[in-house]
């Protein structure tokens, strides 16, 4: 019996969520993602029993907390971690063909989503003990006994495990999307709003002797109240502290605004069909074709480095990981004033490995010339003036393909990195996560909708 079968074996152990026989309706898959959200906001809120509060948490990035969708202390403390990692690290095996599995067959699809399940409970097991045995739920933590260790590490698993069973109802159709992008979004709104209206005083991640009001408004209406309103304080100065600036605010509407117009744009290329000569089309390519693939790649390779490396130095106490953590922390205007050194190898780090999960991408998802060719020909289709030939129809296709996954792939690394630079709320990978997330759950939605207004389409797309 291989690694992957008995990946598969384990992934058996976890209760399965039957797919539905007859498609369910769209309130009733709205309903359900809803109750799916408001069990993860009850588990990102619900502190794990036996740890001290709050939680001594080391000093992780907040892009761990919003890519991973992870909340510290809680039973969503894991958050999609184990999932994400598992199903990165199977994907790029079987992308490379490292592992032999053909994902257009039922068979070897089921066995790749039972390893995944399998491989996602080890990571959770792992990092369940990372948190526990490195202490950093305790102020002091050989004065714990064993046992309500093992309790808290059975806390952190069991969320995983309901975790990976929600995300697994979601996608086998009870629910919309996938609970992976659900979780990542509810994550990122939370941080949102908590940077907007937290009205919760907290000491400052750099000056923790500094202690004042998080959210935006909150401290504003504070200092207005108290007589020592600062503007500049308030419009940057707070970011020094890591505090929510109004600059913050504004650079992320600014954001916004931009990345739905980035995701709305389509670079359009010619097709005509044999059958139908006289009649032409276009095939329309997403100007971020690759979309925000690489920068959640390059997250979740990040926050697991970062996540580790703080685990590591929490069991350990040497400096060496915190001297990795310390180039894995996304840089502020500050940072490139007073440490550049730090913050240009961050955004060249970010940047590489951007365009590099890109190009990857879409050698593992078909999105290569090549497979574009493929698909063309197998749908009866050709470019106007070029032969029905693979190698000559993807020698075309890859003067956009490849510029477009290099061009978009950058772009999306950047607009991440000044999120982070200027201090978004949410962090700029988060961001940029949260409107491709929203924009897919759109267009999912126009889909699902045009379903219920014209039945006949059920039959003709095979949707029951």
């Not at 007589?227 to 600014?254: E, K, S």
């Not at 940072?335 to 190009?359: E, N, Q, W």
């Not at 493929?374 to 890859?398: D, F, H, Q, T, W």
């Not at 950047?414 to 988060?430: P, Q």
């Amino acid at each position: 019996m291989g690694v992957l079968d008995a990946l598969a074996k384990l992934g058996l152990m976890i209760p399965s969520t039957p797919r539905p026989v007859r498609r369910p309706s769209l309130g009733r898959r709205l309903m359900f993602t809803a109750l799916a959200a408001v069990a993860f906001v009850m588990m990102s809120s619900t502190w794990l029993y036996g740890i001290d509060h709050p939680p001594r948490l080391p000093g992780v990035s907040p892009i761990v907390n919003v890519v991973l969708a992870m909340r510290g202390g809680t039973l969503a403390q894991l958050g999609i971690g184990p999932i994400v990692t598992a199903g990165l690290i199977l994907q790029i095996l079987v992308g490379a063909k490292f592992v032999k599995l053909d994902l257009s067959k039922p068979e070897d699809r089921k066995k790749f989503t039972l390893a995944s399940k399998g491989l996602a409970i080890i990571f959770a097991f792992v990092e369940a003990a990372g948190f526990v045995f490195s202490g950093v739920y305790w102020d002091v933590p050989t004065l714990v006994p064993l046992w309500l260790k093992l309790v808290v590490m059975v806390q952190l698993v069991w969320g995983a495990i309901v975790i990976i069973m929600l995300d697994e109802a979601i996608q086998k159709g009870w629910g919309l999307g996938s609970g992976v992008s659900l979780f990542i979004l509810l994550g990122v709104a939370q941080a949102f709003f908590t940077d907007l209206f937290s009205h919760i005083e907290t000491p400052s991640p750099v000056a923790p002797q500094h202690v004042e009001v998080w959210g935006l408004i909150p401290y504003i209406i504070w200092s207005l109240s108290n007589g020592n309103f600062d503007f500049g304080y308030v419009f940057v100065g707070r970011m020094l502290l890591r505090y929510p600036t109004l600059l913050g605010f504004i650079v992320t509407i600014v954001l916004i605004c931009i990345l739905v117009y980035l995701t709305i744009t389509r670079i359009y290329i010619p097709i005509t069909s044999p059958r139908l000569r006289g009649i032409r089309t276009r095939i329309p390519l997403q100007l971020l074709y690759v979309t925000n693939i690489p920068v959640l790649l390059t997250g979740i390779l990040l926050s697991d480095i970062n996540l580790f490396a703080s685990l590591i130095e929490g069991i350990t106490h040497t400096g060496i990981a915190s001297t990795i953590r310390r180039y894995l922390y996304p840089p502020t205007i500050y940072d490139f004033m007073y440490d550049p050194v730090r913050a240009l190898i961050y955004s060249a780090i970010f940047l590489t490995l951007s365009i590099g999960f890109g190009l990857i991408w879409i050698e593992i998802a078909g999105l290569n010339p090549e497979a574009q060719a493929e698909n063309l020909i197998k749908a009866g289709l050709e470019i106007p003036g070029m032969r029905r030939n693979p190698k000559v129809l993807a020698s075309y296709l890859a003067r956009y393909i490849y510029p477009l996954t290099v061009f978009s792939s950058i772009a999306v690394a950047v607009i991440a990195l000044v999120g982070d630079i200027f201090g978004t709320y949410g962090t700029g990978t988060g961001l940029l996560l949260a409107v491709g997330i929203l924009y897919n759950y759109y267009q999912l939605l126009v889909y699902e909708r045009s379903l219920e207004m014209y039945p006949a389409l059920k039959k003709i797309l095979g949707e029951y």
